[in-house]
Protein backbone atom coordinates (compact mmCIF):
# COMPACT_ATOMS: atom_id res chain seq x y z
CA UNK A 1 0.00 0.00 0.00
CA UNK A 2 2.54 2.59 1.15
CA UNK A 3 4.42 2.02 -2.56
CA UNK A 4 1.14 2.58 -3.96
CA UNK A 5 0.62 5.56 -2.38
CA UNK A 6 4.48 6.94 -3.07
CA UNK A 7 3.79 6.33 -6.99
CA UNK A 8 0.75 8.59 -6.64
CA UNK A 9 2.58 11.09 -4.90
CA UNK A 10 5.76 11.25 -7.40
CA UNK A 11 3.07 11.17 -10.33
CA UNK A 12 1.12 14.05 -9.12
CA UNK A 13 4.53 16.47 -8.51
CA UNK A 14 5.63 15.16 -12.35
CA UNK A 15 2.17 16.30 -13.46
CA UNK A 16 2.31 19.45 -11.39
CA UNK A 17 4.91 22.15 -12.23
CA UNK A 18 3.95 24.32 -9.86
CA UNK A 19 4.74 21.45 -7.21
CA UNK A 20 8.20 20.61 -9.08
CA UNK A 21 9.35 24.08 -8.50
CA UNK A 22 8.64 24.81 -5.01
CA UNK A 23 10.41 21.70 -4.25
CA UNK A 24 13.44 22.94 -6.24
CA UNK A 25 13.30 26.28 -3.85
CA UNK A 26 12.78 24.16 -0.84
CA UNK A 27 15.52 22.31 -1.25
CA UNK A 28 17.87 25.12 -2.27
CA UNK A 29 16.99 26.57 0.80
CA UNK A 30 17.87 23.66 2.58
CA UNK A 31 21.54 24.05 0.92
CA UNK A 32 21.87 27.49 1.71
CA UNK A 33 21.37 26.48 5.37
CA UNK A 34 23.43 23.80 5.55
CA UNK A 35 26.50 25.16 3.53
CA UNK A 36 26.20 29.03 3.91
CA UNK A 37 30.14 29.53 5.02
CA UNK A 38 32.73 31.35 2.91
CA UNK A 39 33.89 29.81 -0.56
CA UNK A 40 36.54 27.36 -0.10
CA UNK A 41 37.65 27.18 -3.67
CA UNK A 42 38.86 29.88 -6.17
CA UNK A 43 37.87 30.78 -9.58
CA UNK A 44 40.83 31.05 -11.57
CA UNK A 45 40.73 33.36 -14.94
CA UNK A 46 43.28 31.25 -16.78
CA UNK A 47 41.50 27.68 -15.77
CA UNK A 48 40.76 27.62 -19.57
CA UNK A 49 44.10 27.04 -20.32
CA UNK A 50 45.80 24.08 -22.12
CA UNK A 51 47.78 22.34 -20.04
CA UNK A 52 51.57 20.94 -20.37
CA UNK A 53 52.54 17.90 -19.81
CA UNK A 54 54.94 19.93 -17.53
CA UNK A 55 52.36 20.80 -15.24
CA UNK A 56 51.48 17.68 -14.87
CA UNK A 57 54.54 16.58 -13.28
CA UNK A 58 55.44 17.05 -9.45
CA UNK A 59 57.36 19.19 -7.83
CA UNK A 60 59.72 17.00 -6.40
CA UNK A 61 63.29 17.30 -4.92
CA UNK A 62 64.83 13.68 -6.48
CA UNK A 63 68.64 12.00 -6.87
CA UNK A 64 70.11 11.41 -9.90
CA UNK A 65 72.40 8.66 -10.56
CA UNK A 66 74.26 7.57 -13.87
CA UNK A 67 76.24 4.59 -13.78
CA UNK A 68 80.06 4.46 -15.43
CA UNK A 69 78.48 2.21 -18.64
CA UNK A 70 76.12 5.14 -19.07
CA UNK A 71 72.90 3.73 -17.18
CA UNK A 72 70.79 6.83 -15.89
CA UNK A 73 68.14 6.68 -13.14
CA UNK A 74 65.88 9.06 -10.57
CA UNK A 75 64.72 8.49 -7.52
CA UNK A 76 62.87 10.16 -4.69
CA UNK A 77 65.58 11.90 -2.58
CA UNK A 78 63.37 10.63 0.60
CA UNK A 79 64.44 6.98 -0.53
CA UNK A 80 67.67 7.79 1.31
CA UNK A 81 67.67 8.29 5.07
CA UNK A 82 69.79 10.36 7.21
CA UNK A 83 72.72 8.11 8.59
CA UNK A 84 75.50 8.75 11.17
CA UNK A 85 78.78 9.35 9.75
CA UNK A 86 80.79 6.01 9.23
CA UNK A 87 77.76 3.57 8.14
CA UNK A 88 77.95 1.48 5.58
CA UNK A 89 75.09 2.89 3.81
CA UNK A 90 72.71 1.03 1.78
CA UNK A 91 72.07 -0.24 -1.98
CA UNK A 92 71.94 2.47 -4.31
CA UNK A 93 72.00 1.08 -7.58
CA UNK A 94 72.82 -2.06 -8.69
CA UNK A 95 75.11 -2.37 -11.30
CA UNK A 96 76.64 -4.66 -13.91
CA UNK A 97 80.49 -6.15 -13.53
CA UNK A 98 82.54 -3.53 -13.57
CA UNK A 99 80.20 -0.86 -13.70
CA UNK A 100 80.64 2.08 -11.19
CA UNK A 101 78.57 4.58 -9.91
CA UNK A 102 80.12 7.51 -12.03
CA UNK A 103 77.66 10.56 -11.19
CA UNK A 104 75.00 11.59 -8.26
CA UNK A 105 72.96 14.71 -8.15
CA UNK A 106 70.32 15.89 -5.87
CA UNK A 107 67.86 18.15 -8.14
CA UNK A 108 64.35 18.88 -8.40
CA UNK A 109 62.22 17.40 -11.47
CA UNK A 110 61.60 20.77 -12.98
CA UNK A 111 65.02 21.55 -13.29
CA UNK A 112 66.99 21.62 -16.66
CA UNK A 113 70.23 18.88 -16.68
CA UNK A 114 73.22 19.99 -18.73
CA UNK A 115 74.93 16.75 -19.76
CA UNK A 116 79.10 17.37 -20.69
CA UNK A 117 81.15 14.71 -22.25
CA UNK A 118 85.10 14.48 -22.61
CA UNK A 119 84.82 15.96 -26.42
CA UNK A 120 83.43 19.40 -24.61
CA UNK A 121 79.78 18.78 -26.05
CA UNK A 122 76.92 19.40 -24.40
CA UNK A 123 73.61 17.91 -24.42
CA UNK A 124 69.97 19.36 -22.21
CA UNK A 125 67.17 17.82 -20.89
CA UNK A 126 64.75 17.94 -18.06
CA UNK A 127 65.52 16.25 -15.06
CA UNK A 128 61.44 14.51 -15.05
CA UNK A 129 62.61 13.22 -18.34
CA UNK A 130 65.35 11.28 -16.32
CA UNK A 131 62.78 7.55 -15.74
CA UNK A 132 62.34 6.66 -12.34
CA UNK A 133 63.31 3.26 -11.20
CA UNK A 134 63.84 1.47 -8.07
CA UNK A 135 66.80 2.17 -5.72
CA UNK A 136 67.87 -1.25 -6.90
CA UNK A 137 67.38 -0.96 -10.52
CA UNK A 138 70.70 -0.12 -12.44
CA UNK A 139 68.01 2.39 -14.95
CA UNK A 140 68.28 2.61 -18.74
CA UNK A 141 71.30 3.58 -21.19
CA UNK A 142 71.62 7.65 -21.33
CA UNK A 143 71.94 7.08 -25.27
CA UNK A 144 68.62 6.26 -25.36
CA UNK A 145 67.20 9.51 -23.63
CA UNK A 146 65.77 12.05 -25.85
CA UNK A 147 68.17 14.93 -26.78
CA UNK A 148 71.43 13.08 -25.55
CA UNK A 149 73.00 11.79 -28.92
CA UNK A 150 76.81 10.86 -28.52
CA UNK A 151 78.55 9.86 -30.66
CA UNK A 152 81.21 6.62 -31.24
CA UNK A 153 83.97 7.16 -28.15
CA UNK A 154 82.52 9.89 -26.93
CA UNK A 155 81.60 10.09 -22.85
CA UNK A 156 79.45 12.03 -20.41
CA UNK A 157 81.60 13.36 -17.64
CA UNK A 158 79.90 16.02 -16.53
CA UNK A 159 76.70 16.69 -15.36
CA UNK A 160 75.10 20.52 -13.98
CA UNK A 161 71.43 20.91 -12.86
CA UNK A 162 70.37 24.22 -12.71
CA UNK A 163 66.50 25.91 -12.81
CA UNK A 164 66.90 28.43 -15.32
CA UNK A 165 69.22 30.13 -17.84
CA UNK A 166 69.48 33.53 -15.93
CA UNK A 167 71.56 35.89 -17.79
CA UNK A 168 74.35 37.31 -15.34
CA UNK A 169 75.42 33.66 -14.40
CA UNK A 170 78.26 31.73 -16.01
CA UNK A 171 79.43 28.10 -16.66
CA UNK A 172 82.81 27.31 -15.44
CA UNK A 173 84.16 24.58 -16.41
CA UNK A 174 87.57 22.37 -15.86
CA UNK A 175 89.55 19.68 -17.26
CA UNK A 176 91.25 16.81 -15.86
CA UNK A 177 94.56 18.68 -17.31
CA UNK A 178 93.60 21.73 -15.43
CA UNK A 179 92.28 23.82 -17.89
CA UNK A 180 89.70 25.94 -17.31
CA UNK A 181 87.28 28.11 -19.35
CA UNK A 182 84.75 30.71 -18.27
CA UNK A 183 80.91 30.98 -20.50
CA UNK A 184 77.86 33.01 -20.15
CA UNK A 185 74.68 30.59 -19.26
CA UNK A 186 72.70 31.81 -21.33
CA UNK A 187 74.65 30.29 -23.83
CA UNK A 188 73.60 27.22 -23.45
CA UNK A 189 70.01 27.55 -23.24
CA UNK A 190 69.02 26.23 -27.38
CA UNK A 191 70.77 23.18 -27.10
CA UNK A 192 69.93 20.92 -30.14
CA UNK A 193 68.84 17.20 -29.73
CA UNK A 194 72.74 16.52 -31.64
CA UNK A 195 74.55 18.64 -29.07
CA UNK A 196 76.44 22.05 -29.23
CA UNK A 197 80.23 22.82 -28.50
CA UNK A 198 80.64 23.94 -24.86
CA UNK A 199 84.76 23.95 -25.25
CA UNK A 200 87.60 23.11 -27.35
CA UNK A 201 89.85 20.14 -25.80
CA UNK A 202 93.07 18.94 -26.51
CA UNK A 203 93.30 15.48 -27.93
CA UNK A 204 95.04 14.01 -24.58
CA UNK A 205 92.24 15.74 -22.33
CA UNK A 206 88.88 15.53 -21.60
CA UNK A 207 86.05 18.22 -19.97
CA UNK A 208 85.33 16.63 -16.69
CA UNK A 209 83.90 19.39 -14.38
CA UNK A 210 81.34 22.43 -14.80
CA UNK A 211 79.84 24.40 -12.85
CA UNK A 212 77.93 27.58 -12.04
CA UNK A 213 78.88 31.06 -11.26
CA UNK A 214 78.25 34.86 -10.30
CA UNK A 215 81.19 36.25 -12.24
CA UNK A 216 82.43 37.32 -9.03
CA UNK A 217 83.47 34.03 -7.19
CA UNK A 218 86.78 32.53 -6.68
CA UNK A 219 87.35 28.99 -7.81
CA UNK A 220 89.10 26.03 -6.73
CA UNK A 221 90.56 23.04 -8.08
CA UNK A 222 91.75 19.48 -6.64
CA UNK A 223 93.96 17.05 -7.37
CA UNK A 224 93.79 13.53 -7.28
CA UNK A 225 97.36 13.58 -5.56
CA UNK A 226 96.11 15.74 -2.88
CA UNK A 227 96.41 19.25 -4.35
CA UNK A 228 94.52 22.68 -4.33
CA UNK A 229 94.67 25.89 -6.07
CA UNK A 230 92.31 28.86 -5.67
CA UNK A 231 92.13 31.49 -7.68
CA UNK A 232 89.82 34.75 -8.59
CA UNK A 233 86.94 33.77 -11.35
CA UNK A 234 87.98 37.00 -12.55
CA UNK A 235 91.33 35.84 -14.00
CA UNK A 236 89.67 33.99 -16.18
CA UNK A 237 87.75 35.97 -19.09
CA UNK A 238 84.55 35.06 -20.19
CA UNK A 239 84.78 33.01 -23.78
CA UNK A 240 82.89 31.61 -26.61
CA UNK A 241 81.74 28.66 -26.51
CA UNK A 242 84.33 27.51 -29.54
CA UNK A 243 87.41 28.87 -27.39
CA UNK A 244 89.89 26.10 -25.65
CA UNK A 245 90.03 27.62 -22.16
CA UNK A 246 93.15 28.66 -20.25
CA UNK A 247 95.44 27.04 -17.76
CA UNK A 248 94.14 26.77 -13.99
CA UNK A 249 96.59 24.32 -12.04
CA UNK A 250 99.71 23.38 -13.31
CA UNK A 251 100.19 19.79 -12.57
CA UNK A 252 103.73 18.83 -11.51
CA UNK A 253 103.03 15.16 -11.62
CA UNK A 254 102.22 13.82 -15.04
CA UNK A 255 100.20 11.11 -13.32
CA UNK A 256 98.16 13.94 -11.25
CA UNK A 257 94.39 14.97 -12.56
CA UNK A 258 91.87 17.16 -11.52
CA UNK A 259 89.28 15.16 -9.35
CA UNK A 260 87.28 18.12 -8.46
CA UNK A 261 86.01 21.82 -8.92
CA UNK A 262 83.92 24.67 -7.33
CA UNK A 263 83.07 27.88 -7.01
CA UNK A 264 83.30 29.53 -3.16
CA UNK A 265 80.96 31.21 -1.11
CA UNK A 266 81.60 33.43 1.72
CA UNK A 267 81.03 30.62 4.41
CA UNK A 268 82.46 27.70 2.70
CA UNK A 269 84.40 24.67 3.72
CA UNK A 270 86.21 22.24 1.48
CA UNK A 271 84.99 18.67 1.82
CA UNK A 272 87.92 15.99 0.97
CA UNK A 273 87.09 12.24 0.54
CA UNK A 274 89.65 9.92 -0.55
CA UNK A 275 89.31 6.57 -2.05
CA UNK A 276 89.00 4.16 1.38
CA UNK A 277 86.49 6.61 2.81
CA UNK A 278 88.61 8.49 4.40
CA UNK A 279 87.81 12.29 4.94
CA UNK A 280 87.53 15.60 6.40
CA UNK A 281 86.42 19.67 6.20
CA UNK A 282 88.80 22.62 5.98
CA UNK A 283 88.01 26.13 6.23
CA UNK A 284 88.51 27.35 2.88
CA UNK A 285 90.30 30.44 4.77
CA UNK A 286 93.48 28.47 5.18
CA UNK A 287 93.85 28.33 1.28
CA UNK A 288 94.97 32.36 0.23
CA UNK A 289 93.61 32.98 -3.26
CA UNK A 290 96.90 32.86 -5.52
CA UNK A 291 96.88 33.95 -9.28
CA UNK A 292 95.70 31.29 -11.90
CA UNK A 293 98.68 28.72 -13.11
CA UNK A 294 99.87 27.51 -10.05
CA UNK A 295 100.73 24.25 -8.53
CA UNK A 296 98.57 24.70 -5.34
CA UNK A 297 99.59 23.66 -1.88
CA UNK A 298 98.29 20.56 -0.04
CA UNK A 299 95.06 19.77 0.93
CA UNK A 300 95.30 16.05 2.57
CA UNK A 301 98.26 14.34 3.37
CA UNK A 302 98.08 10.46 1.47
CA UNK A 303 99.57 7.90 2.76
CA UNK A 304 99.65 4.53 0.04
CA UNK A 305 96.74 2.00 0.63
CA UNK A 306 95.97 3.36 3.60
CA UNK A 307 94.23 6.35 2.23
CA UNK A 308 94.17 5.91 -1.70
CA UNK A 309 94.52 9.35 -3.83
CA UNK A 310 91.42 12.04 -3.28
CA UNK A 311 88.27 10.77 -4.93
CA UNK A 312 86.20 13.84 -4.47
CA UNK A 313 85.49 17.06 -3.23
CA UNK A 314 83.11 19.50 -2.77
CA UNK A 315 82.31 23.08 -1.18
CA UNK A 316 80.38 22.77 1.90
CA UNK A 317 78.78 24.55 5.22
CA UNK A 318 77.35 23.33 8.16
CA UNK A 319 73.79 25.23 7.73
CA UNK A 320 71.52 22.31 7.37
CA UNK A 321 73.39 20.69 4.80
CA UNK A 322 73.81 17.02 4.09
CA UNK A 323 75.84 14.67 2.12
CA UNK A 324 75.30 11.85 -0.23
CA UNK A 325 78.15 9.58 -0.92
CA UNK A 326 78.10 6.77 -3.01
CA UNK A 327 80.91 4.25 -3.50
CA UNK A 328 81.34 2.48 -6.85
CA UNK A 329 79.25 -0.97 -5.72
CA UNK A 330 76.64 1.21 -5.51
CA UNK A 331 76.76 1.75 -1.55
CA UNK A 332 74.91 5.23 -0.40
CA UNK A 333 75.29 6.88 2.52
CA UNK A 334 73.21 9.50 3.69
CA UNK A 335 74.14 11.71 6.73
CA UNK A 336 75.24 15.74 7.90
CA UNK A 337 77.42 17.83 6.19
CA UNK A 338 77.97 19.08 10.28
CA UNK A 339 79.10 15.28 11.18
CA UNK A 340 82.35 15.19 9.17
CA UNK A 341 85.35 16.99 11.30
CA UNK A 342 86.69 20.02 10.68
CA UNK A 343 90.69 19.46 10.52
CA UNK A 344 93.65 21.35 9.05
CA UNK A 345 95.13 20.81 5.79
CA UNK A 346 97.70 19.03 7.53
CA UNK A 347 95.53 16.27 8.99
CA UNK A 348 94.63 12.82 7.83
CA UNK A 349 90.87 13.00 7.98
CA UNK A 350 88.58 10.39 9.96
CA UNK A 351 86.39 7.39 8.13
CA UNK A 352 83.72 8.85 6.83
CA UNK A 353 82.05 5.93 5.15
CA UNK A 354 82.98 2.05 5.91
CA UNK A 355 83.46 0.34 2.34
CA UNK A 356 83.75 -3.42 2.10
CA UNK A 357 87.14 -4.89 0.75
CA UNK A 358 87.38 -3.46 -3.11
CA UNK A 359 85.00 -1.17 -2.68
CA UNK A 360 86.14 2.69 -3.20
CA UNK A 361 84.37 5.84 -3.07
CA UNK A 362 83.19 6.84 -6.15
CA UNK A 363 81.24 10.31 -5.48
CA UNK A 364 79.69 13.06 -3.56
CA UNK A 365 76.50 15.17 -3.55
CA UNK A 366 75.53 17.70 -0.95
CA UNK A 367 72.43 19.76 -0.60
CA UNK A 368 70.20 21.43 1.77
CA UNK A 369 67.02 19.83 2.47
CA UNK A 370 63.80 21.18 0.88
CA UNK A 371 65.62 23.18 -1.36
CA UNK A 372 66.16 21.73 -5.23
CA UNK A 373 69.55 21.38 -6.62
CA UNK A 374 72.78 20.17 -5.35
CA UNK A 375 75.18 23.09 -4.25
CA UNK A 376 78.59 23.49 -5.57
CA UNK A 377 79.01 27.00 -7.35
CA UNK A 378 75.55 28.21 -6.00
CA UNK A 379 73.54 27.44 -3.80
CA UNK A 380 70.59 26.61 -6.14
CA UNK A 381 73.14 25.04 -8.96
CA UNK A 382 74.78 21.89 -8.78
CA UNK A 383 77.51 19.97 -10.58
CA UNK A 384 78.39 16.31 -11.31
CA UNK A 385 80.28 14.57 -8.11
CA UNK A 386 82.29 12.04 -9.75
CA UNK A 387 85.34 11.03 -10.78
CA UNK A 388 87.16 12.49 -13.66
CA UNK A 389 88.56 9.75 -16.12
CA UNK A 390 92.12 9.06 -17.51
CA UNK A 391 90.85 11.12 -20.80
CA UNK A 392 93.14 7.78 -22.92
CA UNK A 393 90.57 4.86 -21.50
CA UNK A 394 88.83 3.00 -23.92
CA UNK A 395 85.58 2.30 -24.19
CA UNK A 396 83.11 0.64 -25.98
CA UNK A 397 80.95 2.64 -28.89
CA UNK A 398 78.46 4.72 -27.09
CA UNK A 399 78.82 3.95 -23.88
CA UNK A 400 79.57 6.72 -20.65
CA UNK A 401 82.37 6.02 -17.97
CA UNK A 402 83.48 7.66 -15.34
Not at 144 to 162: D, F, H, K, P, Y
Not at 166 to 186: C, S, W
Not at 324 to 351: C, F, Y
Request: aromatic content about 4%; charged content about 25%.
Amino acid sequence: LAVIQLIAELEDILANPGRVLSIIKDELAELDRKYSGPRRTRIAEDASRELSDEDLIADEDVVVTVSGRGYIKRQPLATYRRQARGGKGIIGARTVEEDAVAHLLVANTHDWTLFFTNRGRVFSSKVHAVPDATRTAKGIPIINMEGVQVESGERVLAIVTIPDFEKGHNLVMATVRGVVKKTPIEQFERVRSTGIRAITVAEDDALAWVAVSSGKDDVVLATAMGRLARFAESEVRAMGRDAAGVIGIRLANAADRVVGMGVVQPADDILVLTETGRGKRVALSEFRRKHRGSQGVRLIPLEGAKTGNVAAVQLVSEADEELLLISSAGQVVRTDVKSVNRQGSAARGVIVMRLHQGDEVAGIAVFRQGLAGQRSMDDNEGTEPGLAPDPGTEVPDGEVTP
